[in-house]
């Protein structure tokens, strides 16, 4: 039977006859493990692109069952789970790229991203092209250079949401010899990265698989051996490692997260609208709503949005107007990071880097993660923030 996604994330990833009957998973930490004699030392040593007990570095049976769960959610073959989502961006691009090759990143990439290539490829002998995230095929064709290695894609785009033509991409990445990466921890299991083109999909478990705010993971996905052998190899010879208990929350988390995200969404998509009716807002930043770059695509490409969207505000409002009405909400928390229960806020302008023109909008704009509070709640604090943006 092939599971569909409520129940994979209700039934996957768990043996409670491993569990001494218990339903959860047990949670398990460890560093060295044992064997019973050397023979089996030496044979268990030759699985290390398997999920077995080899030492404490290569995982255990808490990481495994989160890593089987992760690849059922994104459609591949195979996942490892790392210590952070900027970690589940930049163990990849260690493990992918030699000194010498050059790598496409959009202009709308997610800061850390961006400061990783600008700070540490730099460094390694890897350079940095930027793209509009919005490009055209022949332009598109035309940003590869011979040593091309990997298109790095980010779809929507952070704080800005630009929506990628990742299928196009993907195609002409591939006609140049690249590797497609995508960061895709806003699209979840609504974007299928694999059945796009994508060749290494990360994911901030950080976000909505935790969906508590209380850890810090990433993991990575791929749908052959070839990539699985880079991936796997390249984590562990960086020694990258992932908590035990994080993984064991991340578990935890993701039984809930149908629910969470069908809220989140609902309620999202209700405040994003309100913004968009307001005489304050030039526009809205969320994929599903027209005014957002790439709305085309999303309809297209997406099963469903997260909570997480952009405002961007009539011209006449100024940063410090905007700062005003952030100060003045009650209810939306000042703060980084989303995907949690609880609502926040971040001012977009001036927080963010962009180098090649893009991302311009009419105003200055603010980032919303719309959480589980009652949406009559939020919306009636917003008003209260829209006046004091006024007032400003
Ligand atoms: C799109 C995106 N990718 C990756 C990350 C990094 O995740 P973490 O905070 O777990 O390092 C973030 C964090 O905000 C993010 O927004």
Redesign the pocket.
């Known amino acids: 039977m092939t599971k569909k996604i409520e129940t994979a994330l209700v039934h996957d990833g768990r043996n409670p006859t491993r569990s001494y009957g218990f339903v959860n998973p047990k949670l398990v930490r460890g560093s060295t493990v044992l064997y019973p004699d050397m023979a089996t030392k030496l044979e268990t040593g030759r699985h290390i692109l398997e999920p077995v007990d080899i030492y404490g570095l290569c995982g255990n049976e808490t990481h495994f069952a989160l890593e089987s769960m992760i690849a059922r959610i994104e459609g591949g073959t195979h996942c490892q789970v790392v210590g ?6 930049t163990v990849p691009l260690l493990a992918y790229l030699n000194a010498g090759d050059h790598i496409l990143v959009p202009d709308s ?2 800061g ?2 961006r400061t990783f290539c600008e700070r540490v490829l730099r460094r390694y002998g890897v350079s940095t092209s930027y793209y509009d995230p919005m490009v055209d095929e022949a332009a598109a064709r035309a940003m590869f250079q011979p040593n091309t290695r990997v298109l790095f894609t ?1 779809s929507p785009g ?1 704080h800005t949401f630009e929506v990628q033509d990742i299928p196009m991409l993907a195609r002409v990445a591939h006609a140049a010899g690249a590797k497609v990466f995508l ?1 895709n ?2 699209g979840l299991h609504h974007f299928q990265p694999f059945t796009h083109g994508v060749d290494v999909s ?6 909505y698989a935790g969906g508590h705010s209380d ?4 993991a990575v996905s791929v749908n052959t051996d070839e990539d699985w052998h880079w991936l796997r190899l390249g984590a562990l010879e960086l020694g990258s490692y992932a908590s035990p208990d994080d993984c064991w929350l991340a578990l935890r988390g993701l039984r809930t997260l149908h629910v969470r995200l069908k809220a989140q969404e609902a309620a999202g998509l209700r405040v994003a609208h309100w913004f968009a009716a307001r005489p304050e807002v030039a526009r809205v930043l969320h994929p599903a709503l027209p005014g957002c770059p790439g709305h085309a695509f999303f309809k297209r490409d997406f099963s469903g949005a997260c909570g ?1 969207f952009g405002v961007v505000f009539q011209p006449a409002y100024s940063a410090e107007a905007v700062v005003a009405m952030i100060d003045g909400l009650k209810l939306f928390g000042i703060g ?3 995907g949690g229960y609880e609502s926040l806020v971040l001012p977009t302008t001036g927080t963010i880097k962009r180098t090649e023109g893009t991302g311009n909008f009419e105003g200055k704009m603010a980032r919303f993660q719309i959480g589980l509070e009652n949406v009559d709640d939020l919306i009636e604090d917003l008003e209260q923030g829209l006046a004091a943006l006024r007032a400003a």
């Not at 952070?84 to 961006?89: D, P, Q, R, V």
């Not at 990360?202 to 976000?207: E, N």
């Not at 850890?215 to 990433?218: A, H, P, Q």
């Open positions: 952070s989502g900027l970690a589940a961006i990439v997610y850390p991203t980010e952070s960061d921890t806003w990360i994911q901030a478990l950080t976000k850890i810090i993971l990433g997480l980084a990071s989303w």
